[in-house]
Antibody, heavy 119, light 107 residues
Framework: EVQLVESGGGLVQPGGSLRLSCTASGFTFSKYDMHWVRQTPGKRLEWVSVIATSGAAYYPASVKGRFTISRQNANSSLYLQMNNLRAEDTAVYFCVRGDFIAHDAFDVWGQGTLVTVSS | DIQMTQSPSSLSASVGDSVTITCRSTQSIRNYVNWYQQKPGKAPKLLIS???ILQGGVPSRFSGSGSGTDFTLTINSLQPEDFATYYC?????????FGQGTKVEIK
């Protein structure tokens, strides 16, 4: 069964840091671009980052310079290091697989992990 | 960034009805639009990719169409399990962006 399982969410103060992890199973992890997508309390979905099979990483302006995505293919693991967190980063964070055949549609999602930034 | 605007934001329908959700982008995205279904407490699920390609296991009552800037998701003969929130998303250019969602509720 193809599966993504996130961990690492929690409550953190503004300005703090958190590292999210995602473990993949059921597919050849190294062959896929992997993303983080978040859903705000208002239910808006926002793309957060991508790491390509090459290791190249990209971010939207809202998190660039604060978040770092990385992967460890040997362990089929994806990570998101989040620094200098702000209240507006509060969201459920999903680990997501990009389907290269479907022009990077998000075809597999984890269950999500909640990040709350509050004092 | 490309903005995706869905309409309506919500709709009420009965079992057996047909419903159509539209999504408009602020610039041409060819046919690189995807549709997701999300139920409460669950992750979004990919229904349709590249405007019209139904994902495996998705019932044929779901269909997608469109190209350029205007896209539609149609659900024929709405079933009880279809009541959910639907999102469009463009994967034409980075950053990939989503519509604000359309909540389909039971009338």
């Amino acid at each position: 069964e193809v599966q993504l399982v996130e961990s690492g969410g929690g409550l953190v103060q503004p300005g703090g840091s958190l590292r999210l992890s995602c473990t993949a199973s059921g597919f050849t992890f190294s062959k896929y671009d992997m993303h983080w997508v978040r859903q705000t309390p208002g239910k808006r979905l926002e793309w957060v980052s991508v790491i390509a099979t090459s290791g190249a990483a990209y971010y939207p302006a809202s998190v660039k310079g604060r978040f770092t995505i990385s992967r460890q293919n040997a362990n089929s693991s994806l990570y998101l290091q989040m620094n200098n967190l702000r209240a507006e980063d509060t969201a459920v964070y999903f680990c997501v697989r990009g389907d290269f055949i479907a022009h990077d549609a998000f075809d597999v999602w984890g269950q999500g992990t909640l990040v709350t930034v509050s004092s | 960034d490309i903005q995706m605007t869905q309409s309506p934001s919500s709709l009420s329908a009965s079992v057996g009805d047909s419903v159509t959700i539209t999504c408009r982008s602020t610039q041409s995205i060819r046919n690189y639009v995807n549709w997701y279904q999300q139920k409460p407490g669950k992750a979004p699920k990919l229904l349709i990719s590249v405007a019209s390609i139904l994902q495996g296991g998705v019932p044929s009552r779901f269909s997608g169409s469109g190209s350029g800037t205007d896209f539609t998701l149609t659900i024929n003969s709405l079933q009880p399990e279809d009541f959910a929130t639907y999102y469009c998303q463009q994967s034409y250019s980075s950053p990939q962006t989503f519509g604000q969602g359309t909540k389909v509720e039971i009338k």
